[in-house]
């Protein structure tokens, strides 16, 4: 770790004032959520990862900066391509790696894997295949927030896709009547799924439905600079916890891969230049240059992707070496053990 920089800005300047510390863990939690989600390609192209997997490579700025604007004790729903989101919130990556490959010391022993997955123990309520489903769920949480009056904050993640399912704004309406303590961040990658935005919605900007339910609306132009992310949603947090009520941000991102790893149409369905400049504005780059301005060098941050790098090795031998579940324990941890039955007799 370096030693920590004077990042504060000069009298008169613009220039916001940035902790060392936590940019410098920015960018480390950005560059687990790169390498791990890597691995994963790479375990999927050799069928070696059960089910569908969906990477978050070029999204990790918006990722980061929202969830370091968090409590540890807050809460966060996610979608099907969050199982980065934790990684954005502080979690280990050993449990992580092994629910992604559905073994017993996963963070749902196996069960959740990459789409259903959830870790209580950083605030993740989890995240689901089912587009929108994870929007009622922090809602919720929000709910039971106010109730108890504990002070925490929910962040609800859904993207561009689920902006048009109805429960969105029923949840809107809901915690706008009620000031819910919530935090609703579209991740706009453009596509939902191989279905452009411009094809399915008439006004782009998402954060403009915001006003007719008297909630606050701002959309993140570059949702690739993991710093300005961070900014707009520490605000929406901050009102949040004051008792303020929701805000509907709408981060600008892009996704490098395609929906989900080993998808057929591979890539036909984005042009090749609109997919390269967004790749000229990778998160990561924008990161290490921003550091690099503050006197970071280049040493330290090619010795903390090396570092990563092998906790993220470190974790997928840990994965590989743990047991898979006991087919017995398919049905514990539900809310009820199978009832048996008796049979009838026909007479």
């Not at 230049?273 to 990778?282: C, G, K, P, S």
């Not at 324990?329 to 039955?341: G, M, Q, S, V």
Request: with cysteine; charged share 25%.
């Amino acid at each position: 770790m370096s030693k920590d920089l004077d990042l504060s800005s000069a009298p008169g300047s613009t220039e916001p004032v940035i902790p060392s510390a936590m940019l410098l863990e920015m960018y480390r939690r950005m560059l687990r959520i790169r390498r791990l989600d890597e691995s994963v390609k790479r375990l999927v192209s050799r069928g070696e990862l059960p089910g569908a997997a969906h990477t978050s490579i070029g999204q990790e700025g918006e990722v980061v900066g929202a969830c370091m604007a968090l409590e540890d004790s807050d809460y966060m729903t996610g979608t099907h391509r969050s199982h980065g989101h934790p990684i954005g919130k502080g979690a280990p990556l050993n449990a992580l790696m092994a629910e992604l490959l559905g073994k017993s010391t996963g963070v749902c022993k196996g069960k959740g894997g990459s789409m259903h997955l959830a870790d209580f123990s950083r605030g993740s309520l989890g995240e689901s295949g089912v587009v929108g489903s994870a929007i009622p769920v922090a809602t919720g949480a929000a709910l039971s927030a106010k109730t108890l009056g504990n002070g925490r904050v929910a962040l609800c993640f859904f993207g561009d896709g689920a902006s048009n399912q109805g429960v969105l704004y029923e949840c809107l309406n809901m915690a706008a009547v009620w000031s819910l303590p919530i935090v609703y961040l579209c991740e706009n990658n453009q596509y939902a799924s191989v279905t452009a935005q411009r094809e399915v919605t008439k006004e782009l900007r998402i954060s403009k439905r915001a006003p007719g339910f008297g909630v606050k609306g701002v959309t993140v132009e570059d949702g690739q600079d993991v710093w300005q992310v961070y900014e707009v949603v520490a605000e929406a947090v901050a009102r949040a916890r004051a008792g303020d009520g929701p805000t509907l941000v709408e981060v600008m991102t892009y996704r490098y891969s395609d929906h989900s790893e080993g998808l057929r149409h591979s890539g036909a369905y984005r042009p090749a230049e609109e997919l390269q400049a967004w790749m000229d504005r990778d998160p990561l780059p924008i990161a290490a240059a921003r550091l690099r301005s503050l006197g970071v060098g280049e040493a330290e941050l090619e010795g903390m992707d090396e570092e990563v790098r092998t906790e993220v090795q470190a974790a997928l031998r840990f994965a590989q070496d743990s047991p898979d579940p006991d087919p017995e324990d398919a049905f514990a941890d539900l809310f009820a053990e199978p009832i048996a039955i008796p049979h009838r007799s026909s007479n």
